[in-house]
């Protein structure tokens, strides 16, 4: 079993994650290790777990330490696999991926921000990796609101954003069709339930809109306020390597991911950890 001596914390950058080492995740973790690694959590917002060769069971165990694990809400997995993990990977049978978020880029987001409840967190570990691309970019929302012009947070605070199912995306295809697409409205500054802190919670992948103000105003709004949460000074880059466990909070992160080559495989587990109510 794993003791609090065991790890030590190394910071990233300055503006968020940290590398934590010495420690094996194939073994269970004592009461002590985890309260410390929550600690390391809440303070560096995504945690890196480098060299871990852990089996499906491993990694929802040690999800299971901080929350109620979540796998993939909109697909079944098919390959006989754990419910709780959700694939995500360019690999594909039949014609057809094995798993969600196949190929590509994607915008920065917060996970499953169009549902009442989005995820508190969530841990995605890497068994297969293209040789260049794929970099996960994790940007610091508590850093992005302070950074925010004191007449900019007047305008935000107390505003609510509509959040809708890769909304930009349906956009850009030409589909864009609220009725038919999740979508959840939660606060644009929300106040994080366990450090008190605020943190800018609109991004640009699902956030459609602010809620009564006139459309001109709140595309302008929107604009500005995605500028300031996408600002290079508040990311960290991560550059994946087989064998990472990488978890982030979901509540004050906002992630994008880089392009990678389409001809590569790519494959990852992620278990999310259930929510609650943005406030």
Not at 31 to 45: E, G, P
Not at 107 to 116: A, C, I, N, Q, R
Not at 241 to 269: I, K, S, Y
């Amino acid at each position: 079993m794993a003791a609090m001596t065991d790890f030590s914390i190394h910071p990233m950058t300055a503006a968020l994650g940290a590398e934590i080492r010495n420690i094996d995740l194939r073994e269970p973790c004592d009461a002590d290790t985890v309260a410390a690694l929550r600690v390391a959590w809440l303070d560096n917002l995504v945690l890196i777990f480098r060299d871990q060769d852990i089996g499906e069971d491993d990694q929802v165990r040690f999800a299971e330490y901080f929350g109620e694990t979540v796998g993939a809400r909109s697909k079944d997995r098919t390959d006989g696999g754990d419910r709780r993990l959700m694939l995500i990977s360019n690999i594909r049978e039949n014609g057809e991926p094995i798993g969600l978020l196949p190929d590509g880029e994607l915008m920065f987001h917060s996970d499953s921000v169009f549902l009442e409840k989005p995820l508190m967190g969530a841990m995605l570990y890497a068994e297969e990796i293209p040789s260049t691309g794929g970099n996960t970019m994790f940007a610091n929302m508590y850093d992005a609101y302070d950074a925010l012009p004191d007449a900019l947070k007047d305008r935000l605070n107390g505003l609510r954003a509509v959040n809708v199912f890769d909304y930009e995306t349906q956009v850009r295809t030409g589909r864009f069709d609220r009725s038919k697409a999740p979508h959840a409205t939660h606060p644009a500054v929300r106040t994080h339930p366990e450090t008190g802190r605020k943190a800018l919670y609109v991004n640009r992948l699902m956030t459609e809109e602010f809620v009564g103000i006139a459309p001109d105003d709140s595309d302008a709004l929107l604009s500005e306020a995605l500028s300031h949460a996408e600002n290079p000074d508040h990311i960290y880059e991560h550059v994946w390597q087989v064998g990472d466990l990488v978890m982030w909070d979901n509540r004050c992160t906002q992630h994008a991911r880089r392009d990678f080559p389409g001809a590569e495989r790519r494959l990852l587990r992620r278990v999310g950890l259930e929510g609650d109510r943005p406030y």
